[in-house]
């Protein structure tokens, strides 16, 4: 059989690295040395034919597409979406189209280490790039790039790696800033676990907040989870007002909240913010102390966002982002009825992972398709 080993070996190591298995793990299974499956994906050697039907069936692909060379596919960008628990990559060509996607595990440099998130970012890159492809842009929006120097530090090494390529790295912050309207100057509002407040005042990023759950205070998913278990905790001790936020907890842990304290500590802030969604259910159901809650975070996050439009000259737009936004409208108005700014408010309908591709067509001269069109077309993108 008659093939290019140079094909072979790229096209091995991107199936090889997809499936996410090692040198050493493929190796074992073929009964061969780490040292003969590195030198097939530097096209030092070549495996024999019964080697090639077995690296076929582990890799689960068919033999013809680890010796085939991939059509042409011209100039290419990469927009990424980086946080502590997922990073999400699109592929897509210059006219906006998108080609494949895939997600693998978060890569925040601050929880991870950066040796650990430039590894993550390369896994991506590999698995998405086809022999025939040029990287022309490749924009990173990365949880932890605005500390450490991390993202200068990131850039500099794919940059080596692809020195052809235009490439940007920053904060994922970025990325929500360009789902929105203006990706100039604008506020953004990110509520997760956690809470932050960004003035992007022409590029020129300046943070409230973020000091994570011990020491902030209050819009977030932890903020609120906390206070709807410490609602339920009042009430058992005889001290708090009557909620139907109690029965509701007790339902959703399985006991008394009292008998839960110490699972609760155990499991964690992520734990505690997943009994939020608790206050905007008795909320519905007319409870008052669900809606004094829900007004007490609202008015801090408006607080907040006052003032950066009052320090930083960044517009009258603001971008949130959040499931509380998105999912629970309530909270939406309830944070307008206590600003009292002329501010206007954007709840982006498309991930974050689009502002990183819009970005990254930005550093090549392009503008990126519209926010419908990109819905549109990630729903039918391969999962790579």
């Known amino acids: 059989m008659s093939f290019d080993a140079n094909v072979l070996a790229k096209n091995l190591k991107k199936y090889r690295v997809a499936k996410n298995i090692t040198q050493q793990a493929l190796a074992e299974r073929l009964g061969v040395s780490p040292q003969s499956v590195s030198?097939?994906?530097?096209?030092?050697?070549?495996?024999?034919?019964?080697?090639?039907?077995?690296?076929?069936?582990?890799?689960?692909v068919a033999l013809e597409m680890l010796l085939k060379t991939h059509p042409a596919y011209g100039r290419v960008l990469v927009g990424v979406d980086g946080g502590s628990t997922k990073t999400e990559f699109i592929l897509f060509r210059e006219d906006g189209t998108l080609l494949k996607r895939t997600v693998l595990p978060g890569s925040n440099p601050n929880l991870h280490g950066l040796e650990n998130s430039l590894s993550i970012f390369q896994q991506g890159l590999d698995s998405l790039l086809e022999t025939g492809m040029e990287l022309a842009g490749l924009y990173i929006g990365c949880a932890g790039f605005l500390s450490g120097g991390y993202g200068e530090k990131a850039r500099q090494t794919l940059q080596k790696k692809y020195?052809?390529?235009?490439?940007?790295?920053?904060?994922?912050?970025?990325?929500?800033?360009?789902?929105?309207?203006?990706?100039?100057?604008?506020?953004?509002?990110?509520?997760?676990?956690?809470?932050?407040i960004y003035a992007n005042a022409n590029r020129d990023i300046h943070r409230l907040g973020g000091a994570s759950y011990l020491l902030d205070k209050q819009g977030s998913g932890f903020d609120i989870g906390r206070d709807v278990l410490r609602t339920a905790l009042l009430e058992r001790d005889g001290v708090g007002e009557k909620s139907l936020i109690t029965p509701?907890?007790?339902?959703?842990?399985g006991s008394t909240v009292w008998d839960s304290i110490h699972e609760i500590y155990k499991e964690g802030p992520a734990y505690i913010a997943s009994f939020a969604p608790i206050v905007f259910a008795a909320y519905e159901q007319g409870d008052k102390v669900a809606r004094k809650i829900l007004k007490e975070h609202a008015s801090y996050l408006a607080d907040m966002i006052q003032a950066a439009a009052k320090m930083y000259d960044c517009g009258k737009t603001v971008v949130l982002s959040g499931s509380i936004f998105s999912k629970a409208p309530v909270f939406l108005r309830l944070l307008k009825e206590q600003v009292t700014m002329d501010l206007s408010f954007e709840v982006p309908a498309v991930p974050p992972v689009y502002g990183a591709c819009a970005l990254a067509g930005e550093l090549c001269g392009m503008e990126f398709i519209p926010a419908e069109e990109f819905e549109r077309q990630y729903a039918e993108v391969t999962l790579c």
């Open 39 to 60: 030198k097939w994906e530097c096209a030092q050697a070549v495996p024999e034919l019964a080697k090639l039907c077995d690296l076929a069936e582990i890799l689960d």
């Open 163 to 196: 020195p052809r390529a235009r490439i940007g790295c920053s904060s994922d912050v970025m990325n929500i800033i360009a789902c929105g309207s203006n990706s100039r100057r604008c506020i953004a509002a990110i509520c997760g676990t956690g809470s932050v």
């Open 248 to 253: 509701m907890v007790e339902e959703k842990l």
